[in-house]
């Protein structure tokens, strides 16, 4: 009978694992976060973070030293002007760190721990002051040594994407479909502006004002004193952020559709225009080019009148916003053989970054 | 063909339910709870069936040819287990019925928990799997994200209730019990200690609380509000047979009075 007790016991181990591996990845997985300077560029994917040489794609350090599962990274790390490197745990640990971008060492004497949730955001470093927003609904407000300098703003709703700054106000999506102003001189919310669906990707500063995306699949635009209008629509949720050039708005929507919309006229200027795939992240606009960077795997060129110059396949799912640094466009796929590829504006690829082992 | 055929469909439900009760706080674990409901009518004939096969587990204790076996063959137990075969065979018995819709539930549970980490979406990826797994009749832009707060819960974490800086586990301890309950009350009286099948039942009743108090622990609580409101259904529906040994939940009591003991 202790044989059929322990076949039964083993079954039921067995079993219990097997649902373990079915429930499939881990309780939290995201695409990699990616941003970069003229020297280095710095990914977030997972349990580490890394920083690469962008003159030849090599490691230059990796954060932390081991792999800690309470420990995760995919907000875009954030470079500030007096030499930090800024980014939250989207892990069980909800740790706000300071690194050395030169290095990759912890620049505070402690993380700051005060979030509730995990940081899927960027912060916004303005005046000397960061303004990290948390899934938890508030937005955090530290000095530049990680100490908070006010009681949380409570914006309402899961915050996953970056404020932006006119240089006055400070403006914030939410995914409570709401847009947020706030003065940062005072830490007031103005009343907050309906967009009509959740908004994961960040505002877009303007001349005039600031434009919106959600999943109404409308841009807003929304003046600093909170006068907004739709201005333009999709076909699909809009995911990141509008792109400004000038008197243009180049967009995109999770069918695949790229829009490039003239501000002066409000009309489109091009009817149709669907590459490959959808799109969550932000198109980059640099010089004469459009570039976009699909679910589907493609990174495309495009130029001013919505024509393909040139179409990639780095490999794997592309969700983050390429970044410029120097002359290469950088991109960051997702479940690819590497973890971030280089490419000047002729499509020529640079070089490919793959994590040391 | 898992995410078509389970996720998909499991997901829209469980959205559809959270859309209809007005997607406020806490509407997402009743969703939970009334899907829950809804599981266990669609299983009911399976459970059904499975309290008659336990039900004729415990009459086949009093049977005379039963009883018989169990004294001849009581030192060949490969011979025993050939006879009580036959047996089951002849009165169309499955010895494994009382465990069959616990292992049914695996699916559901697998595919409970991928649909509610689905909908609540707690990272940008979970959000875009999302956008592809709502049918088109959903009005999901109006109701994500959802609310994931249910009492004192995050339904898309582990539960646990801070007492004295310690984090207690609480719907943890509720899933193993009712279990364990559920378990017990199913278990068919013995009147001998050498039953394999009883046997067997018994150390379920000690796995299987183990088991999913350990999901509990590990996966997200809207789990084992699933788990909880799935034993206690269950328990309703054996009590209401009339056949429910509520003995069996005193510890020593179904000892006490198994004719074998006495």
Redesign the interface.
């Given at each position: 009978?202790k044989t059929?007790?322990l076949t039964?016991?083993f079954l039921?181990i067995i079993?219990?694992l097997l649902?373990?591996a079915?429930?499939?990845q881990p309780?939290?997985?995201?695409?990699p976060g990616l941003t970069a300077d003229a020297e280095r560029a710095y990914i977030s994917t997972g349990s580490f973070i890394y920083a690469v040489d962008v003159q030849n794609g090599r490691q230059v350090w990796s954060y932390p030293e081991s792999a800690d599962n309470e420990f995760l990274y995919?907000a875009n790390p954030v470079l500030t002007e007096d030499g930090q490197l800024l980014i939250g745990s989207?892990g069980t640990n909800h740790a706000f760190i300071s690194l050395d971008p030169a290095t990759g060492n912890e620049k505070w004497a402690e993380p700051f721990s005060g979030a509730k949730g995990?940081w899927?955001a960027s912060p916004l470093v303005f005046n000397d002051t960061i303004y990290a927003p948390n899934?938890d609904g508030y937005l955090y407000v530290l000095d530049l040594n990680g100490n908070q300098v006010s009681t949380p703003i409570e914006i309402g709703?899961?915050l996953?994407s970056a404020p932006v700054t006119d240089g006055t106000y400070i403006y914030l999506n939410s995914?409570?479909h709401h847009f947020h102003i706030l003065n940062p001189n005072t830490n007031q919310l103005a009343d907050p502006i309906d967009l009509?669906?959740?908004a994961?990707g960040s505002p877009t500063v303007g001349n005039d004002g600031v434009y919106a995306g959600s999943?109404?699949?409308d841009v807003k635009f929304i003046a600093p004193n909170g006068r907004n209008d739709v201005i333009a629509s999709a076909s699909d949720?809009i995911?990141g952020a509008p792109a400004f050039d000038n008197e243009t708005l180049y967009y995109a929507d999770?069918s695949g559709n790229i829009f490039s919309l003239d501000l002066k006229t409000n009309r489109q200027n091009w009817d149709s225009l669907q590459p490959d795939g959808?799109v969550?992240a932000s198109l980059l606009v640099v010089g004469d080019q459009i570039y976009v960077a699909t679910?589907a795997g493609s990174f495309i060129a495009l130029d001013r009148d919505g024509k393909i110059v040139w179409e990639k396949t780095p490999g794997g799912k592309i969700?983050t916003t390429p970044v410029l640094s120097n002359d290469l466009i950088l991109v960051a796929p997702y479940q690819a053989e590497f973890a971030l590829a280089a490419y000047d504006a002729d499509g020529k690829q640079a070089w490919t970054f793959t994590p040391n082992k | 063909m898992w995410e078509l055929i389970i996720v998909q469909p499991l997901t829209n439900l469980l959205l559809w339910i959270y859309d209809v009760l007005g997607h406020g706080p806490h509407m997402f674990g009743l969703a939970i709870i009334l899907f829950t409901v809804l599981i266990k009518l669609v299983t009911w004939p399976l459970n059904a069936s499975q309290v008659k096969g336990a039900q004729a587990m415990q009459e086949l204790q009093n049977d005379k040819e039963w009883q018989d076996i169990q004294k001849k063959y009581a030192k060949d137990r490969e011979k025993l287990a050939q006879e009580q075969m036959r047996i089951y065979r002849e009165k169309g018995i499955n010895p494994f019925a009382s465990c069959l819709p616990t292992l049914i539930q695996f699916p559901i549970i697998i595919g409970l928990y991928q649909s509610i980490i689905r909908a609540l979406s707690v990272t940008p990826l979970d959000m875009l799997k999302l956008a592809r797994t709502v049918y088109p009749f959903q009005n999901v832009e109006n109701i994500i994200p959802l609310n994931s707060t249910f009492l004192w819960m995050d339904l898309g974490r582990p539960e646990s209730i801070q007492i004295l800086g310690f984090g207690l586990p609480t719907l943890a301890v509720i899933v193993a019990l009712t279990t364990w309950m559920q378990t017990k009350l199913t278990m068919p009286a013995t009147s001998n200690p050498n039953d394999q099948t009883a046997q067997m039942t018994r150390m379920m009743s000690i796995y299987m609380p183990l088991m999913l108090g350990w999901f509990s622990l590990t996966f997200a609580s809207g789990i084992s509000v699933y788990f909880i409101i799935s034993n206690i259904l269950g328990i309703v529906q054996y009590a209401a047979t009339g056949r429910a040994n509520w003995r069996n939940l005193i510890p020593g009591a179904s000892k006490q009075t198994s004719p074998a003991k006495k």
């Amino acid at each position: 009978m202790k044989t059929k007790k322990l076949t039964l016991f083993f079954l039921l181990i067995i079993g219990a694992l097997l649902i373990s591996a079915c429930t499939g990845q881990p309780l939290t997985n995201n695409f990699p976060g990616l941003t970069a300077d003229a020297e280095r560029a710095y990914i977030s994917t997972g349990s580490f973070i890394y920083a690469v040489d962008v003159q030849n794609g090599r490691q230059v350090w990796s954060y932390p030293e081991s792999a800690d599962n309470e420990f995760l990274y995919f907000a875009n790390p954030v470079l500030t002007e007096d030499g930090q490197l800024l980014i939250g745990s989207a892990g069980t640990n909800h740790a706000f760190i300071s690194l050395d971008p030169a290095t990759g060492n912890e620049k505070w004497a402690e993380p700051f721990s005060g979030a509730k949730g995990a940081w899927v955001a960027s912060p916004l470093v303005f005046n000397d002051t960061i303004y990290a927003p948390n899934t938890d609904g508030y937005l955090y407000v530290l000095d530049l040594n990680g100490n908070q300098v006010s009681t949380p703003i409570e914006i309402g709703g899961a915050l996953w994407s970056a404020p932006v700054t006119d240089g006055t106000y400070i403006y914030l999506n939410s995914l409570d479909h709401h847009f947020h102003i706030l003065n940062p001189n005072t830490n007031q919310l103005a009343d907050p502006i309906d967009l009509g669906g959740a908004a994961p990707g960040s505002p877009t500063v303007g001349n005039d004002g600031v434009y919106a995306g959600s999943f109404s699949s409308d841009v807003k635009f929304i003046a600093p004193n909170g006068r907004n209008d739709v201005i333009a629509s999709a076909s699909d949720w809009i995911w990141g952020a509008p792109a400004f050039d000038n008197e243009t708005l180049y967009y995109a929507d999770l069918s695949g559709n790229i829009f490039s919309l003239d501000l002066k006229t409000n009309r489109q200027n091009w009817d149709s225009l669907q590459p490959d795939g959808p799109v969550t992240a932000s198109l980059l606009v640099v010089g004469d080019q459009i570039y976009v960077a699909t679910e589907a795997g493609s990174f495309i060129a495009l130029d001013r009148d919505g024509k393909i110059v040139w179409e990639k396949t780095p490999g794997g799912k592309i969700y983050t916003t390429p970044v410029l640094s120097n002359d290469l466009i950088l991109v960051a796929p997702y479940q690819a053989e590497f973890a971030l590829a280089a490419y000047d504006a002729d499509g020529k690829q640079a070089w490919t970054f793959t994590p040391n082992k | 063909m898992w995410e078509l055929i389970i996720v998909q469909p499991l997901t829209n439900l469980l959205l559809w339910i959270y859309d209809v009760l007005g997607h406020g706080p806490h509407m997402f674990g009743l969703a939970i709870i009334l899907f829950t409901v809804l599981i266990k009518l669609v299983t009911w004939p399976l459970n059904a069936s499975q309290v008659k096969g336990a039900q004729a587990m415990q009459e086949l204790q009093n049977d005379k040819e039963w009883q018989d076996i169990q004294k001849k063959y009581a030192k060949d137990r490969e011979k025993l287990a050939q006879e009580q075969m036959r047996i089951y065979r002849e009165k169309g018995i499955n010895p494994f019925a009382s465990c069959l819709p616990t292992l049914i539930q695996f699916p559901i549970i697998i595919g409970l928990y991928q649909s509610i980490i689905r909908a609540l979406s707690v990272t940008p990826l979970d959000m875009l799997k999302l956008a592809r797994t709502v049918y088109p009749f959903q009005n999901v832009e109006n109701i994500i994200p959802l609310n994931s707060t249910f009492l004192w819960m995050d339904l898309g974490r582990p539960e646990s209730i801070q007492i004295l800086g310690f984090g207690l586990p609480t719907l943890a301890v509720i899933v193993a019990l009712t279990t364990w309950m559920q378990t017990k009350l199913t278990m068919p009286a013995t009147s001998n200690p050498n039953d394999q099948t009883a046997q067997m039942t018994r150390m379920m009743s000690i796995y299987m609380p183990l088991m999913l108090g350990w999901f509990s622990l590990t996966f997200a609580s809207g789990i084992s509000v699933y788990f909880i409101i799935s034993n206690i259904l269950g328990i309703v529906q054996y009590a209401a047979t009339g056949r429910a040994n509520w003995r069996n939940l005193i510890p020593g009591a179904s000892k006490q009075t198994s004719p074998a003991k006495k």
